[in-house]
């Protein structure tokens, strides 16, 4: 990304203007994942955002974690969304956690109680749900809200101590229950939750709400532009609120941008959770989840996450975005980067009768046909190769030019090769095709003029290592697997999302396959070598297949 252009977009606008004006010199930005689940592209969306503010205008970005719900949050979680950031470039000026703020939290809360700005509400969750009213209908007040500061401080501070069960009390704050934005109607600020926190361990039986947390963290930690989705439009007048009534250090500016949603697949850490708890999918990082650790399992490269990002852009318009758009950015930049290698999915054999048995003989070859930079290899050539079962057809359709009885097609690099006679299994399925060679036709090109048009791949078969392929699909089989309110979007998944192929045949030089290298097997798709692969047992995942239209192309040409 470094030598792209830098993006423009209304939020970098309006951080310009706030440097104009002189209200800024700095630019603080912060990330503020929950630590309840991996992170997705979406959250990919937010990380570009604000790490590349920071980057690009010399500026600090913290990674902050919200952890105040102890319930669902973990260590583990907080540490593969550290190496998530990692992976797509990114460093976090500092680390922080809203749990690091407990205490200010705790002060700022007895700050309201003291100016008769909230109270310790005693009724339960689902009766101060049925007061909140709607969108229509004003709320009604709590029988408690009129408790002296005395008795609220403390209640509250009885709260602290642990004197009291989970949901006994909350604390609230003392707004308006008619406000027409229902956030602001006496939101909840506190809540009792004995459990242990993963770092302030037992020290707290209390716990803020993630809006009580959210905007003091920014404002502690100096955040000039606390970036987020559209969804916290309608908390923004409380989280002002709350600026306005507390003694915090500085006023952080919220600007909301869209979310970043996908088809065909799911986005919400909730749902992608149930994915993986219900064995749904093989982990987090299945590459077939919208996770950064399943895409990059899969083969994705972090240029190519963050130039989808931009070419999508940030704007306020919510939107769904093609999963094409997302495979044409992987496509895009593996085409340069990528080595070509042959490698046939579903081996067919091709016994080649008038080329010497013992023989076989070694075509040097360019490793990519545009990039000399990725050097040359070697292809061994010999009487029987491998090719892919559907470049040969018993009846080609018209337009068909691969290989068929009495067809000529061209092996790539080698030579010229005619069917002659088909080999059956009972069931009249092709399992050999007897083919004879044209010497004259070194590295694929007659001399007589003829024209051969199809030119398909090949593997020696005496020298092709074997391989595990992986073919991925897409997780769900509709655009909107949430769309269709009455049915489980569970009843949505794909079944055919992933296909293991075994006895797959690769060329000799993946036999030292370095797995850090995405390979583009030719006419095939790209490939990258899964975290279970080793070189006894190679396993390759399939990033993505050459074009989107493939499949259907493939039947009816050559390429
Ligand atoms: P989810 O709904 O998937 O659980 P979340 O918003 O609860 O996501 P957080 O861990 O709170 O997850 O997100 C951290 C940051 O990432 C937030 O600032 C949030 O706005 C942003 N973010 C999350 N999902 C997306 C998305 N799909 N597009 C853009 N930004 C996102
Ligand atoms: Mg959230």
Known sequence: MSDNPKPVNFIRQAIDDDIKTGRHQEIVTRFPPEPNGYLHIGHCKAIWLNFGIKDDYRGRCTLRFDDTNPLKESQQFASMIEEDIRWLGYEWTSLAHASDYFDQFYDYAVHLINNALAYVDSQSGDKIRQQRGTLTKPGVNSPYRDRSIEDNLSLFEKMRNGDFEDGEHVLRAKIDMHASNMNLRDPVLYRIRHHTHQRTGDKWCIYPMYDFAHGQG???????????????????????????????????????????????????????????????????????????????????????????????????????????????????????????????????????????????????????????????????????????????????????????????????????????EVIRDKHGEPIEIRCAYDPETAGGKTRDGRKVKGIIHWVSARHAVSAEVRLYDRLFSVADPLADRKRDYLEALNPDSLACLQGCKLETSLDRADPRIRYQFERIGYFFQDATSRPDALVFNRIVSLRDTWMRKSQHSSN
């Open 218 to 420: 920014d404002a502690i930690e100096g955040v000039t532009h606390s970036l987020c989705t559209l969804e916290f439009e309608d908390h923004r007048a409380l989280y002002d609120w709350f600026i306005e009534h507390l003694p915090v250090p500085s006023r952080p500016r919220q600007i909301e941008f869209s979310r970043l949603n996908l088809n065909y697949t799911v986005m919400s850490k909730r749902l992608l959770t149930q994915l993986v708890d219900l064995g749904q999918v093989a982990g987090w990082d299945d590459p077939r989840m919208p996770t950064i650790s399943g895409l990059r399992r899969r083969g994705y490269t972090p240029e190519s996450l963050k130039n989808f990002i931009a070419s999508v852009g940030i704007t306020r318009k919510p939107n769904v975005i093609e999963m094409g758009l997302l495979e044409k950015c992987i496509r895009d930049d593996l085409d340069l980067k990528a080595p070509r290698a042959m490698a046939v999915l579903r081996p067919l054999k091709v016994v080649i009768e008038n080329y010497p048995e013992s023989e076989n003989e070694l075509i040097d070859v360019p490793n990519h046909p545009q990039n000399p930079e990725h050097g040359r290899r070697q292809l061994t050539f010999s009487r029987e190769v491998f090719i892919e079962r559907s470049d040969y057809e018993d009846n080609p359709p018209k337009g068909y030019f691969r290989l068929a009885p009495d067809r000529e097609v061209r092996l790539r690099h080698a030579y010229v090769i005619r069917c002659r």
